[in-house]
């Protein structure tokens, strides 16, 4: 089965230089042998910016990310392929290689200026997560909401991204500033890693209204393997796919997919049951135990956010 991961931040440990992805046994949850075992064929690559680049030298900390990810496209030829276009994902997909698609993770990392998104796009970047959890130069993120949803240049950014092809991803904004996005861009939008608010009230997760939204407008909402999102009595692979089957009643089977957040939590942070890339196949087990059919199982599991990046990509 073709897996499709929305999000992690292995890059955090890559730009550190604790390790490399084609090592293993060296820690975390994401490196290419697991990946392997996983059966992952495209996995998006986020570059988070640490508060103490900020302010000011976000983009600096960004292109320190984006030349460790180009770093580990050029040293692993044979695993990963670089995915900037639709047509680059099928051909990883049929050369039986792992589609690495760069992200970047809160819009901080633009310093406040929109030019430096057309930079980014041109380096290669397919996906910006608008703002991280604080507020920044383009709208309020979850943990920092003022209610005034996106900024000038936030609109500014936005529309940038919808004319370029590049995914417009709206986990960790605040509600106002999830709104404000779905104003002001036109096609598929992903929440590359959200879980439910209907099952755990926690301002990191998506309410049914947003969840609806996100369908209607032909995208994706992606369900984490994190506890703290999950919430108590979810804290299983099952209670993964509990956040994953309401999304399919809310949103319908083709706009549900996964964003592990592998790598973005420490060890306690992951769900139990899963240790790491090479099991995320339990989800998809759990489904299938449930009765779920297989084309669902493979839509969920990454038929849908190949559909909807090739379509935004182009
Ligand atoms: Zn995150």
């Not at 955090?12 to 090592?23: N, Q, S, T, W």
């Not at 003022?146 to 417009?168: F, I, P, S």
């Not at 404000?180 to 209204?209: C, K, M, W, Y």
């Amino acid at each position: 089965m073709f897996v499709f991961d929305a999000h992690c931040d292995t890059l955090m440990d890559v730009v550190a230089g604790k390790r490399r992805l084609a090592e293993t046994g060296k820690g975390g949850h994401i490196d290419i042998p697991r990946l392997r075992q996983g059966g992952v064929g495209a996995q998006v690559f986020a570059a988070w910016i640490e508060r103490e680049f900020l302010p000011g030298s976000g983009a600096r900390r960004a292109c320190q990310y984006i030349d460790a990810f180009y770093r580990e496209v050029e040293d692993n030829p044979d695993d990963l392929a670089f995915v900037r276009s639709a047509a680059d994902l099928a051909r990883a997909q049929q050369e039986g290689k792992i589609g690495a698609i760069l992200a970047i993770e809160g819009g901080e990392a633009l310093d406040g200026s929109v030019e430096m998104i057309r930079i980014f796009h041109r380096l290669g970047v397919r996906l910006m997560t608008i703002t991280w959890s604080d507020r920044n130069e383009l709208g309020d993120g979850a943990y920092d909401p003022t209610g005034g949803g996106l900024t000038k240049a936030g609109v500014q950014v936005v529309r940038e991204m919808n004319r370029m092809g590049m995914v417009v991803d709206v986990s960790h904004a605040s509600d106002a500033t999830f709104w404000s996005i779905l104003q002001n861009t036109t096609g598929p939008l992903v929440a590359s890693h959200s879980n439910s608010r209907a099952l755990f009230d926690h301002p990191r997760n998506l309410t049914d209204e947003q969840v609806r939204a996100i369908a209607e407008r032909g995208g994706v909402v992606c369900a984490t393997l994190v506890k703290p999102f999950l919430g108590p009595g979810y804290n299983s692979v099952a209670g993964v796919v509990d956040h994953i089957d309401h999304f399919v009643k809310i949103a319908g089977v083709e706009h549900v997919g996964i964003g592990s957040d592998f790598d973005g939590v420490g060890p306690d942070g992951l769900v139990d049951g899963i240790a790491d890339a090479s099991q995320i196949g339990l989800v998809a087990e759990e489904m299938r135990r449930r009765g779920r059919p297989e084309h669902e199982v493979e839509a969920i599991m990454g038929r849908n956010l190949t559909r909807v990046f090739s379509e935004i990509m182009g």
